[in-house]
């Protein structure tokens, strides 16, 4: 148990990447694909969020209160504060990925009727 | 001004994509020109760098975003914006070949998508921000972020073929999304152990300090193998047939030679600077594991192309065996396959380029380029025709062309590397390119009886439009004069640009 606690974030992290992978490249329905994409990027969006992450620290910004300074700060507690913007470009692009992905998907669901690749593919070879 | 060339690079395509949507809502006529103008401006500013670059003693400009700049004991805070001799050749390459692919398209997309020209031009100048902005950046997760602006809008760019593009965009979609976010991990776990994102002071550090780290090594299989998703390199070249052959014509054109080749540039760049060439020396499983790939990859594309029937997918196929030439030269490691590698990134855009430009000017007056419906192709296009053939002979490495010069190096450095398997891929490809050639040429040419001697027969000439037909002679003619300048490019470029490798 000892083991597990401290690493737990990073198995979540594993178990969503794995997930994500798997329902990308192994199903056949075009949505689960999009689902899968957007949990992948969850992933790698807590993996980046976990690194920098601290015990007991506070966000980054000096208020009134904190013993520290600009000059002089108290980084273990400070949150990293470059992995959390370094995320936000990164949901910004998670989410136009997202959405491109699933009206690319709606516009072939009115062509063939059907979301799945297969289908797609009979239909396409006709 | 001049100061603040490097960043006009970037921004005027940037702001040419703004301004053409928000215009178009004015009058529809003027996003072309706004689009164009862009263009020309990174095209002047690229061409400025270069001479500034040759002239400034470092032989690197600087740029920080923002004003932000080396804060001393901090190192290097902020985006940096990095020009080196081994991205301004590219920057050129692409600001040209956008540029003039731009010209090239206008025909073809007010036919193919009216009504939506403004559109296109919008997300063209787009496209043409992200490659810029990945081949001039100079920090590991700006990177990304010009890595996804230019996936994205290439999503968009080939969606708008209609029919079965929709589902080839949706599965490079996948493809991509997948290889960007192994990029970010290996990003991430770069970060973790050197705190910083930098590309100046990864190489800094990396090379040095963190030689042993296991983390730092999964970031850079991570990151390679993000960046072969992109590139389309065997196994993950599935999307790239169907996407670029149901794209249309101009979109086409303009993703073809310099999406995947600003991949490429993106893998030599995290190689042999963030990492150096000796990190990847140590890493021989993965070497191994790389040049077998590429050879692989080289076969396949070339086995493929020769059981397609249509030139778009014949030539999309070329593109897969290119990649495996410039991934598996790079991965050779020593002096001659990394220059022949960097060589033919600008060689194979220029090829590529020229290819899909032929093509576009056929399917623009015939409609189709099945193979077998192009008979008497040569007496209808004469000029399309030869331009055809000079491509083709480069594309196989006849000697005045770029192309031999860039195989010459190639297989310069497999023999000096040992790895056989991989000239011998090469010349198999030449071998298949030139079946495909001598195809070409007997159904253009001596498929039809020659109508001058028949007399009472001719068929018409109807060449493409001039503004269509002028580009594609450009880059055409320019595989020639860069086979003849090869000399100049490798010694006052490429040498300058790669680190000193060990002999080996």
Redesign the interface.
Known sequence: MEDIIPKFNYIVVVVL?MTG?WS??AQGN?IK?CIG?AI??TG?IL??IS?GAKNDALIPILTEGANHTFDNPNIDKVTNP??QI?ML??IV?GV??LG??LA??Q??YQ?HDSFDEDE?LNN?TK | MIKHLPIFIVLAPLLGAVFAALTSWYRPKLSFPVVLSGLFISFLSSFCLIFKLLNSESGIIHYQLGGWGDKGEYGIVGIQITVDYLNSLILTAVTIISLLTAIFSSQSVNRELAGQQRYFFALFSLLVTGLLGITITGDI?NL??FM?IA??SS??LI?YGK??S??A??NY??MG??G??LY??GV?FV??KTGT?NIENLSLLIPQTLQASQAVFVGFVLIIVGAWAKMAFFPMHGWLPNAYTYAPTASGALLAPLATKVSVYAMIRIMITVYSIDYVLKSPNIQTAALLLSSISILVGSFFSLTQTNLRKIACYFIVSEIGYMVGGAWLANDPGLKGAVYHIIADAAMTSALFMVIGCILFRTGQVELKKLDGLFYKMPITFIALVITMAALIGVPPTCGFFSKFYLIQGAAQAGTWHFAGALLISSLIKAVILFRIIEIGYNKVPNPAKEGNKTIPRDEAPLSMLIPTLIVTLSLIALGIFTDTLITDFIAKALPEIPAP
Do not use: N
């Open positions: 990447m992978l990308m490249l075009l694909k994409m992948f990027q790698i993996f980046f690194i470059l992995t370094l470009t990164a692009v136009a990925t491109v992905g690319l998907a516009k072939v062509q797609i396409q | 997760f990304y972020v996804e996936a994205l999503y968009a969606a029919g079965r929709y589902m965009s949706f979609l996948i999304t997948m960007a976010c970010l991990l991430g970060f973790v994102l």
